[in-house]
T-cell receptor, first 110, second 118 residues
Framework: GQNIDQPTEMTATEGAIVQINCTYQ??????LFWYQQHAGEAPTFLSY????GLEEKGRFSSFLSRSKGYSYLLLKELQMKDSASYLC???????????FGAGTRLFVKA | GAVVSQHPSWVICKSGTSVKIECRSL??????MFWYRQFPKQSLMLMAT?????????EQGVEKDKFLINHASLTLSTLTVTSAHPEDSSFYIC??????????????FGEGSRLTVL
């Protein structure tokens, strides 16, 4: 079956660092994605991992361990505008079907 | 590049009517588009994979006769919610993966269509 788990909510302080974890169990694996979604809007792409290790892009970094079925998204120097839902998604092999986790709602407080 | 446009952004209809939602890739071709549904405070649930020139592939539990999908060209897919009922009220989002643009395989999403059935 397909199962993607991530915390429901997290709260962090402006300027701090926050790590959002994601574990997955899927029948196939062809990459893991992180998307950001503000309320009432479509998701926007943040990062992509297909090999083990850390990918860094500005204030955002994403890590993947395929053997553990584990990923995390690291957000540095948090800003108020980072308050949003962060969706972990796994792409299946063949057909490029992408399955989403329930999302983590991040609240950044002053 | 890689812009996906969805129309309408929001629609209110009476129970029993049908509603059509369009998804267009504006600056790229997409042989495959995906339709998702999202209820409040929940994640995106994949409804179906839309393939240009062939029948859509529906996920388990999604009624293909209720959610009609047509992918008539490389830049347009439509979702028709037939005989809509209040429980169909949701945020419907389409996405596409461009095949002729360099990318890591991420999905590009339309703006979403919020359907309210009275």
């Amino acid at each position: 079956g397909q199962n993607i788990d991530q915390p429901t909510e997290m709260t962090a302080t402006e300027g701090a660092i926050v790590q959002i974890n994601c574990t997955y169990q899927t029948s196939g694996f062809n990459g893991l994605f992180w998307y950001q979604q503000h309320a009432g809007e479509a998701p926007t792409f943040l990062s992509y991992n297909v090999l083990d290790g850390l990918e860094e892009k500005g204030r955002f970094s994403s890590f993947l361990s395929r053997s553990k079925g584990y990923s995390y998204l690291l957000l540095k120097e948090l800003q108020m505008k980072d308050s949003a839902s962060y969706l972990c998604a796994v792409r299946d092999t063949g057909g490029f079907k992408t399955i989403f986790g329930a999302g983590t709602r991040l609240f950044v407080k002053a | 590049g890689a812009v996906v446009s969805q129309h309408p952004s929001w629609v209110i209809c009476k129970s029993g009517t049908s509603v059509k939602i369009e998804c267009r890739s504006l600056d790229f071709q997409a042989t495959t588009m995906f339709w998702y549904r999202q209820f409040p405070k929940q994640s995106l649930m994949l409804m179906a994979t839309s393939n240009e020139g062939s029948k859509a592939t529906y996920e388990q539990g999604v009624e293909k006769d209720k959610f009609l999908i047509n992918h008539a060209s490389l830049t347009l897919s439509t979702l028709t919610v037939t005989s809509a009922h209040p429980e169909d009220s949701s945020f419907y989002i389409c996405s596409a993966r461009p095949l002729d643009l360099p990318n890591t395989g991420e999905l590009f999403f339309g703006e979403g269509s919020r359907l309210t059935v009275l």
